[in-house]
């Protein structure tokens, strides 16, 4: 438990010490702004929201629409906030004494990511939980679904962490961790729109490849559609999405600390 | 604990590193073998490269060994208990630079199982000890190199360890830094602690180990106590006025060792009443001695000397 809490305590103080912290709270910042003052928005010399014009059910999907671009946006910026955490971790002078503390590596590497893990989260959700609150002062729409919608953008999290944190420990370069994530997202996104371009590929093994590549990878872009079904009070869209893309995530967090565990430092 | 009295057992390791182009592999230890027990003061010695730093990262669990076994403790060093009790200064170190000097203590700290007032407790004094008590809240990215050094011998010993690791740790010391350094390791040593220091620096371990070893190019040379290890054979510093390529030649001829710079000679005897062979020799060239000075060979360069025989026996 002494040792767990000391290197959360590290992580915290390492994102803490970076620059994101800035941009996550103007981010924040500027988002409770547009909800203090959207409502004095007038139509007709009325109030927008007092109107009656906007039924609870359109603001509660307008509010799930705007929280998965919300969220959507910042996973992106977490991406970058700890893409180069674990590579800093693993540099040449820093990551010796660590390894010389009564600690085995894979348990090591799993309290790293834990840690990593919840200090983010508790980002995410603090700003997620300040911009809810503006709406639903302002709004009059307490939709505590939002909360699934938040616990599930920790999970997506989660598996956007295992792959820049798989990348990270392979390469020890966070601008490759940052490729690396944005190629399999950006190929996965390609991917699942590959029926597309069937028609054009008569060879069928062309298809199985494609569909093969399509199954493996994980799918975060296609992850991110259960956040308005969820918010919605609807539930899981995509569950197939969820499911492949967590096995995937298991698996390179396996292979991560296999690769850890063998490692020269 | 197996064994009471060996703290360190190192057996038959090797540690073979891939070369960046295929087949160019570096062999940095070569089947070194060697015990240190328990309260000594153990300085493993060696020219830069020699591997000092690979064998203390196979034994603090950085670097997996290519072949064979080492314990600490009498524990395994692929054992996480293994590293229990032991403190370890790395070379070249990076601590974390957005932590203070006291955030390290509690982060490292720790990390070997302390709890946060136990941390609290012990962090004052070692600061205190180490001189960076009014560093404790500056982050260590402001650090000179001798203030992390300090900081580092701090974190060595909060856990209160029974073994000591450092590695090259007056590196980028200035002068009363390496005193002050000298003086904590000698401090522990009082303390009973097991210390295993790693230098190039013969005059850094000659002064307080108790037994040395030297490594040169991967192989362990010889291990010893200090005074054994390195004979301290005469030498002489002859001034002649007149010195010709001729009689240079015939003094190179009788003896080998011979440095000839000018009309100073500087020889090395197995035997002091050697000497006399020389003087005789010179003055029968005709050739006018000025002074015949004995001077003792200093271990630094008996070091270097053994060095050097260790590179012509292959
Ligand atoms: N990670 C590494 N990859 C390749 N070669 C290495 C690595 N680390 C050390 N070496 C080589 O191993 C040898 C021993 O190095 P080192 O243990 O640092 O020596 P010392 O500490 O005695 O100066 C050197 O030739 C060095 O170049
Ligand atoms: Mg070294």
Redesign the pocket.
């Known amino acids: 438990m002494n040792k767990f809490r000391a290197i959360l305590y590290d992580s915290f103080l390492e994102i803490k010490s970076g620059k994101m912290l800035y941009l996550y709270g103007a981010v924040m910042l500027i988002m409770v702004l547009i909800f203090i003052l959207v409502p004095s928005i007038k139509i007709n010399g009325e109030n927008l929201f007092e109107s009656g014009i906007l039924s609870p059910g359109m603001i509660t999907r307008g509010m799930a629409h705007f929280f998965s671009g919300f969220w959507g946006f910042a996973l992106f910026l977490m991406v970058f906030g700890s893409a180069w955490l674990l590579p800093a971790y693993l540099g040449k002078g820093r990551i010796e004494l660590t390894l010389s503390k009564p600690i085995s590596r894979m348990k090591l590497l799993s309290m790293k990511f834990a840690t990593v893990f919840l200090v983010k989260i508790s980002i995410l959700a603090l700003m997620s939980i300040i911009i809810w609150l503006a709406i639903a002062l302002r709004l009059g729409a307490f939709s505590m679904q939002f909360f699934f919608g938040l616990f599930f953008s920790f999970l997506v999290f989660a598996n956007i962490y295992a792959l820049v944190f798989f990348i990270g420990v392979l390469s020890r370069s966070g601008a490759l961790a940052v490729m690396g994530y944005f190629v399999i997202k950006f190929s996965t996104d390609l991917l699942a729109g590959r029926e597309l371009v069937y028609g054009f590929l008569g060879d069928s093994s062309w298809k199985t490849v494609l569909d093969t590549a399509y199954q493996i990878l994980p799918k975060i872009g296609e992850m991110d559609d259960n956040y308005i079904s969820l918010i919605s009070g609807d539930g899981f869209t995509n569950t197939y999405a969820i499911w492949t893309t967590l096995a995937f995530s298991a698996i390179i967090f396996l292979l991560t600390l296999l690769i850890f565990h063998r490692r020269d430092y | 604990m197996s064994d009471q009295t060996t703290a360190i057992q190192i057996t038959g390791i090797s540690k073979n590193f891939r070369g960046t182009l295929r087949g160019n592999e570096v062999r940095a230890l070569v089947d070194v073998s060697l015990a240190v027990n328990h309260g000594e003061i153990f300085g493993l010695l060696g020219p830069?490269?020699?591997g000092?730093?690979?064998l203390?990262k196979i034994l603090l669990g950085a670097l997996r060994p290519s072949a064979g076994t080492a314990t600490i403790n009498g524990h395994d060093i692929t054992t996480a208990a293994a590293r229990g009790r032991v403190g370890f200064l790395p070379?070249?170190h990076r601590f974390p630079p957005y932590q203070t000097g006291l955030q390290m203590l509690y982060c490292f700290g720790g990390m070997t199982g302390m709890s946060r007032s136990e941390i609290r407790v012990k962090a004052d004094g070692l600061l205190e000890l180490v001189g960076m008590s009014q560093w404790r809240g500056t982050r260590v990215k402001k650090y000179s190199k001798g203030m992390m050094q300090r900081l580092g011998l701090a974190q060595v010993m909060l856990n209160d360890p029974e073994i000591v690791f450092l590695?090259?740790p007056t590196d980028g010391v200035d002068p009363i830094g390496r005193h002050e350094i000298r003086n904590i390791l000698l401090d522990l040593k009082k303390m009973g602690k097991t210390i295993f220091l790693?230098s190039?620096l013969l005059a850094e371990v000659e002064s307080i180990c108790d037994r040395v070893a030297i490594l040169d190019r991967g192989k362990l040379i010889k291990t010893g106590p200090v005074a054994g290890l390195i004979d301290v054979r005469p030498a002489y510093r002859i001034e002649t006025t007149g010195l010709n390529v001729e009689t240079a030649q015939k003094i190179q001829d009788v003896y080998p060792g011979a440095i000839i710079d000018d009309n100073r000679i500087r020889v090395t005897f197995d035997d002091p009443l050697q000497v006399n062979g020389l003087t005789d020799l010179i003055r029968e060239c005709g050739v006018s001695l000025i002074s015949v000075t004995p001077e003792k060979i200093s271990l630094e360069e008996s070091f270097m000397q053994l060095i050097r025989e260790s590179k012509q026996h292959e």
């Open positions: 830069n490269g020699a000092k730093t690979t203390v070379e070249n590695d090259e790693n190039h």
